[in-house]
């Protein structure tokens, strides 16, 4: 650990550009460029090849290693504790500080009164004992890691590269129609039955004494996470309860659009599931499906910039942002052809499959690169030669440990 790294104030140079390993980049892998004249508060002086690893928030698994030099001097936020040591190898580390066996001594060392006040003390952090094996054999360890990790990345990468794919084929399809000729209201597009766009009758907070431990189910806003229907919370209500209720059921094909906290996420209610009712805060729609598929439904809530214009100018609410019953039902949808829906559905269709493959190819590259952490680093210190941080810092070549400078 070096107790000691040095520091700058960059806002003495405001027009030099430095490279600063902050604690928000870090979720982007890559140093922030800042001038110094934007940048606020004193900070560590660091070297390629430190570790650097995350005190604040110490429950959040921030280890990383610093780049080589591009040309501009490296800086980091005092929330890092560094690492630096010819004897450890800093990818090796760096894995070793997000294992179990190092986190759950780590989070020991924790004080404040929660949340963003939470902080490591690194007096203590310095005394945690870590394997220590040879470094050729920290180097083999580390290769191994890294590519496991590397391909968690890359199946994660693949994921996000498909997420883009359906609003750019629906706006392909459909983002030209809604604004030159009269579309039809959601009211409109809905069954010819009692009750097809519907809200709930109570929220998702009801009491205790309704709660059941098995029965119908009841959906709420988690239940449309991130615009795909997910089970979440488990809420139930007795069958008896629910045959006063049946007019709130939720059908297969329905789409659900939550209309309050965070308004506008939607899902479409599965094939398989069970008999349910949802709440007050989300609007359950029943469609006319001769007219308008429910993934077409869903797609325009999602993507067509006529109807998104439409949810955003109606949004309101003296709390939370929130849209109404009246808004929902006179929302303009415009609607093509059906051989244009089906043709979207379709499409939908094998990139669901194809998500499916994916997400289960990363789980299992997770599950790899879990079980290979797991091995390298659960079995302690006093297998493998164990050192406290403190004893096994060396100083890099080049750095001075009377004054915590390196020089260039």
């Given amino acids: 650990m070096a107790l000691n790294s040095g520091s700058v104030d960059p806002s003495r140079f405001p027009n030099e550009s430095f490279d600063l390993y902050s604690i928000p980049a870090f979720e982007s892998g890559l140093p922030e460029v800042a001038a110094g004249h934007h940048i606020g508060s004193s900070k560590q002086v660091v070297q390629p090849g430190d570790v650097l690893l995350s005190r604040i928030v110490p429950h959040i698994r921030r280890a990383w290693v610093v780049g080589g030099a591009r040309g501009r001097r490296l800086i980091a936020s005092g929330e890092w504790i560094v690492f630096r040591s010819t004897r450890i190898h800093p990818s090796y580390l760096r894995y070793l500080l997000a294992a179990d066996s190092f986190h759950s001594q780590f989070m020991k060392t924790v004080a404040g009164v929660g949340g963003s006040l939470l902080r490591a003390r690194p007096a203590q952090v310095a005394d945690i004992e870590v394997p220590f094996p040879t470094l050729s054999e920290q180097r083999r360890i580390a290769g191994r890691l890294e590519q496991a990790d590397r391909l968690r990345r890359i199946r994660r990468y693949a994921l996000e590269l498909t997420d883009t794919f359906l609003p750019a084929a629906f706006l392909e399809l459909f983002g030209g129609t809604g604004d030159r000729s009269p579309a039809p209201t959601l009211d409109e597009l809905a069954a010819d039955k009692p009750h097809a766009i519907r809200t709930g009758p109570f929220g998702s907070q009801l009491l205790h004494s309704e709660f059941t431990d098995s029965g119908i189910a009841v959906l709420g806003i988690d239940n449309a996470v991130n615009n795909h229907f997910a089970w979440d919370q488990r809420r139930f209500i007795s069958l008896d309860k629910y045959e006063r209720l049946k007019r709130y059921t939720v059908f297969p094909g329905d789409v659900i659009i939550t209309i309050m906290g965070t308004c506008g996420r939607c899902a479409i209610v599965p094939a398989d599931i069970p008999t349910a009712i949802n709440t007050k805060h989300l609007c359950c729609i ?10 077409y439904l869903h797609g325009a809530f999602l993507f067509h910039p006529f109807v998104r214009r439409q949810q955003g100018a109606a949004t309101k609410g003296a709390i939370m942002d929130g849209l109404n019953m009246e808004i929902i039902k006179g929302l303009r949808i415009p609607v093509p052809p059906m051989p244009l829906q089906q043709r979207f559905a379709a499409l939908v269709d094998r990139v669901e499959r194809l998500r499916t493959v994916q997400r289960e190819a990363l789980r299992q590259a ?36 009377g004054n915590g400078k390196g020089t260039r």
């Fill in 286 to 295: 029943t469609l006319d499906q001769r007219r308008c598929l429910p993934v």
């Fill in 366 to 401: 997770d599950h790899l690169f879990a079980s290979l952490l797991h091995r390298a680093f659960s079995g302690g210190a006093s297998e493998k030669g164990g050192q406290s941080a403190r004893d096994a810092a060396e100083p890099r070549p080049g750095y001075e440990p």
